[in-house]
Structures are given as structure tokens and as C-alpha cells.
């Protein structure tokens, strides 16, 4: 927390925050029209990381719409679609992203 967070009373370490309310475990699903090469990119710990800083939280149904590489410098529009929370709503740097395709949705040109 820095000088002006500990004087405006907010906390920006997510370490503070209670583990009643984090989420042990989120799955997200994709779609099964994803490349290899898109999958290889969802798995990366850099994505992974990617989405612990720019998810709080995850409810069961959320969509979430990213673009990853699919290879030879291209991207693809994909719908992550959060399947299952395991403890609170909360996202931290502990949380597990697990991955599982779905048949539904196709792939947007990126």
C-alpha cells in the first residue's frame, strides 16, 4: 500500500482480503472451434496472470471476451465463459483457472 493509500484509507493488496469471500478454484469454458495454438495460449502462466489482474471476480455464467494469438501473428476474438466457481466470487492470486471446451459459439475473426 503506498503513502497516499495508507492516508486515503484504501488497499489495493488483494493479500488483505478475507479467504471466506475468494475463489479456491474458477473454470472457464471456450469454444471447441479454438485452434491448438489458441489453447497453447489460454495454458501459458502469462494468461493465466493476465486474468488473475484483470478479473475481481467470477460468477457462474460470466463471459468474459478476450482475443488470444492463434498462431503466425494472428488473434481471435474468444468468450470465456466462467462454469464453475469453487469458494466465494472473489479472484485473487491464489485462484486456479482451470480450462474445458463447449460446443457452443464460434469464433470471431480478430
Known sequence: MTESD??????DDRSDRSDAA???RVVVSYPAALSEAGRRQLEKRSFRSYLHKTRDEAREG?????FVGVGCGTTRDVSLRVERVDGGAEITD????GYASRDD?????G
Request: proline fraction near 0%; charge should be negative; aromatic fraction near 4%.
Open 62 to 66: 460470466d463471459v468474459w471476451e478476450e
Open 6 to 11: 495508507q492516508q486515503s484509507g484504501v488497499a
Open 105 to 109: 459459439g464460434e469464433l470471431e475473426d
Open 22 to 24: 475468494s475463489a479456491g
Open 94 to 97: 491464489e485462484t486456479a483457472i
